[in-house]
C-alpha cells in the first residue's frame, strides 16, 4: 500500500510538471535556467544519502574560490565533494523512480532524444565551511564576442572549428544540460550574480553555456547533480 501511494503521488508530481513543459523552454530560451518544483523524496531515502556520503567513495571538486590560486589541493581538503549514485547502492530505488518520472516530465523538447544522459546522477554534499565556487559553465559553449571568448584569445588558448568561438547562443535543442536537484531544505545555486534557493524537491535546469556557482555553506548539505550531454558541444 505505501509504494501504490507512492507511486501515485509521483505520477500527480510528473503530470502536474509535464503541464509546465512550455515555461520551461521559455525560461532556458531566455533565462538560460529554469526552477521549478517536482516532489520531494523520502526522509528514508534522505537518510541513506547521507549514509553514502559517509563512505570513503567521495571525489572532491577542484574549483572553489581556493582554485584561483592555481595551487593544487589535497583531495582530503576539498570541501565540495561528489559520489557517482550507481545501481549497486542499497535503498535508493524510489531515488531511481523519482528521478526518471522527473526526466520523462520534462519531455522530449528538453531532454530530447540527441541529448545523451552523461554518466549517472552525482549526490554532492560538503564538508563545512565550504566557499564559493568560482564562477564556471560547464560545457565549452563559447560565444564569439563575450567575455570569456575575449579572456580566452588573450590568453592564447583560442579555438577553431565549428564547436567554439559562436557567433549567437545554440538553440535548446543543441545544446548540453546540467540539472541541480534538491533533496533537503538546504540548497543554495547562483546564476550570475544572483543566488537562488532550492527547498527540498525543487531543481533546476541549466544551459551548458550558462554562467553560474555553486553556493557556499556553513552547514552540512546534500543535492543531486547531473549532466546530459548534447554530440554538438565538446566536453571539457
Known amino acids: 500500500h ?3 501511494q507512492e507511486s501515485l503521488e509521483i505520477a500527480c508530481s510528473q503530470e502536474d510538471l509535464a503541464g509546465k513543459r512550455k515555461e520551461m523552454e521559455e525560461d532556458i530560451a531566455t533565462k538560460g ?4 518544483h517536482f516532489h520531494k523524496v523520502s526522509a528514508e531515502t534522505v537518510q541513506c544519502l547521507k549514509q553514502v556520503s559517509q563512505t570513503e567513495l567521495s571525489e572532491g571538486i577542484d574549483n572553489e574560490g581556493e582554485a584561483l590560486k592555481e595551487v593544487p589541493k589535497v583531495d582530503a581538503d576539498q570541501c565540495r565533494r561528489a559520489i557517482p549514485l550507481t545501481p549497486d547502492i542499497p535503498n535508493l530505488v524510489g531515488l531511481f523512480q523519482v528521478l526518471a518520472a522527473f526526466v520523462a516530465a520534462c519531455g522530449p523538447s528538453i531532454f530530447n532524444p540527441w541529448r545523451v544522459f552523461s554518466g549517472n546522477w552525482n549526490l554532492l554534499f560538503n564538508k563545512p565551511p565550504c566557499q564559493q565556487q568560482i564562477y564556471h559553465k560547464d560545457y565549452d559553449a563559447v560565444i ?3 567575455s570569456e571568448d575575449i579572456a580566452r584569445r ?3 588558448r583560442g579555438r577553431r572549428g565549428a564547436k567554439a568561438n559562436r557567433d549567437v ?9 546540467s540539472v541541480l536537484f534538491s533533496v533537503e531544505d538546504n540548497t543554495y545555486w547562483y546564476a550570475g550574480a544572483q543566488k537562488f534557493y532550492l527547498p527540498a524537491g525543487w531543481f533546476v535546469i541549466f544551459r551548458g553555456d550558462l554562467e553560474h556557482s555553486g ?5 552540512f548539505s546534500l543535492r ?3 549532466y546530459f550531454d548534447h554530440p554538438c558541444i565538446s566536453t571539457p
Open 144 to 146: 564569439k564576442g563575450s
Open 215 to 219: 553556493a557556499e555553506y556553513a552547514e
Open 224 to 226: 543531486l547533480h547531473a
Open 33 to 36: 535556467y529554469t526552477i521549478q
Open 2 to 4: 505505501q509504494i501504490s
Open 169 to 177: 547562443p545554440l538553440p535548446l535543442a543543441e545544446m548540453p544540460l
Open 154 to 156: 588573450a590568453r592564447g
